[in-house]
Nanobody, 119 residues
Framework: QVQLVESGGGLVQTGGSLRLSCAAS????????MGWYRQAPGKQRELVAA???????GYADSVEGRFTISGDNAKNTVYLQMNSLKPEDTAVYYC?????????????WGQGTQVTVSS
């Protein structure tokens, strides 16, 4: 069973930056599409960034131009660089592999990493 471990969250001020990391047991990132998702209190989990196994990327409108998803297959790690953070970015962030559509995820969710943006 693949385990996903997210890290890198924290408390930042509006306009700040964070880089999240998602490490997986086993070598799989070169073969699957990966996504970063977030869930704010009282809201459903939503996709913020996606990356195919070929390296193509896509972003939610709310983060386009501010967030960048990337991967290091050798380290079996996917990253989310978040710049120009806003209070509405506050959420728990998760990664997962997806297939077919962004919400058909392949593995159990990890514990996530909390991102809090203060105004």
């Amino acid at each position: 069973q693949v385990q996903l471990v997210e890290s890198g969250g924290g408390l930042v001020q509006t306009g700040g930056s964070l880089r999240l990391s998602c490490a997986a047991s086993g070598s799989l990132f070169s073969r699957v599409a990966m996504g970063w998702y977030r869930q704010a209190p009282g809201k459903q989990r939503e996709l913020v960034a996606a990356r195919t196994s070929g390296g193509s990327t896509g972003y939610a409108d709310s983060v386009e131009g501010r967030f960048t998803i990337s991967g290091d297959n050798a380290k079996n790690t996917v990253y989310l660089q978040m710049n120009s953070l806003k209070p509405e970015d506050t959420a728990v962030y998760y990664c997962n592999a997806w297939s077919g559509n962004y919400y058909t995820t392949l593995f159990d969710w990890g514990q996530g990493t909390q991102v809090t943006v203060s105004s």
